[in-house]
């Protein structure tokens, strides 16, 4: 038998889940394993992370979280990205932790049950969210792994200064803007009052293989040739794995970057 359970406890984060790859007609190109892998992650988010605002059910979106797809060039990934990012952050500290968690007004959607048997993930792993003073926004970016085996999946947290970006020029215009707009690093100047903990950025790639050669045309040709349904498929079940990845970040608590 299945119960709706009333809500206890909320996560630490809130996470701007974001895949980079190439429009149409490249969506499913190597080079877009990101994009792919984030399709195969929307359906699983709802039951994962189910806390929504009762004031506005039942359309409501999720309250931790926001999937994001680029939709520029890999290299040009990183300003319609972060432009997305600083409002999302503005928007979700003013509207949810201000008016909608600080009231009490979160709940599980009614179109979610809980096992009686089961201990919701949320209610064993969170904090009272009477508690939150802030919430800590955290970058995730789902990319395409080259050389690393087909499907498997490799995280690092922070930017080049943390691990090296490979030469993935996705990633690269992405840190780049960042920068840029003093987000990470992040960039204060004296007496400056900051509204949130600084942002963590988690890299979150997946494998895409490796082409014969390493000459730079034929690496061009291996990430821009669309992938088969053996890779397809390798590159949906890493959504399993990634979804371990982003709960623990979603309820992680620590100023880590």
């Known amino acids: 038998m299945a119960t709706h359970i009333s809500l206890v406890k909320t996560p630490r984060r809130f996470l701007f889940i974001a895949s980079i790859g190439n429009p149409r007609p490249y969506r499913q190109t190597r080079h ?3 994009h ?5 992650l929307i359906p699983l988010l709802p039951n994962r992370f189910p806390l929504v605002s009762t004031k506005h059910q039942p359309s409501a979106g999720p309250l931790f979280y926001r999937t994001w797809y680029s939709p520029s060039y890999m290299n040009e990934s990183g300003p319609k990205l972060v432009r997305q990012l600083r409002n999302w952050i503005s928007t979700t500290q003013t509207e949810v932790l201000g008016k909608v968690i600080m009231q009490g007004n979160v709940a599980l959607p009614k179109t979610i049950e809980v096992a009686d048997s089961e201990t919701p993930e949320w209610q064993h792993r969170g904090i009272d969210p009477q508690s939150l003073g802030f919430l800590a926004p955290t970058l995730v970016i ?3 792994e080259l050389e690393a085996p087909l499907g498997k999946v490799r995280v690092k947290r922070g930017g080049p200064e943390k691990a090296s970006l490979r030469g993935h020029r996705g990633l690269t215009s992405i840190m780049e803007s ?3 707009k003093g987000l990470h690093p992040p960039r204060t100047s004296p007496g400056e009052t900051r509204p949130h903990e600084d942002l963590s950025v988690l890299r979150i790639g997946v494998g895409i293989g490796r082409p014969s050669t390493r000459n730079r045309g034929d690496v061009a040709d291996y ?3 669309e992938m088969n349904a053996t890779e397809l498929a390798a590159v949906r079940a890493a959504a399993g794995p990634v979804m371990d990845i982003l709960a623990d970040e979603i309820y992680r608590d620590g100023s880590s970057l």
């Open 32 to 34: 877009s394993a990101g």
């Open 36 to 40: 792919i892998l984030l399709d195969a």
């Open 142 to 144: 789902l990319h395409d």
């Open 178 to 180: 960042l920068r840029g």
């Open 223 to 225: 990430v821009l040739t």
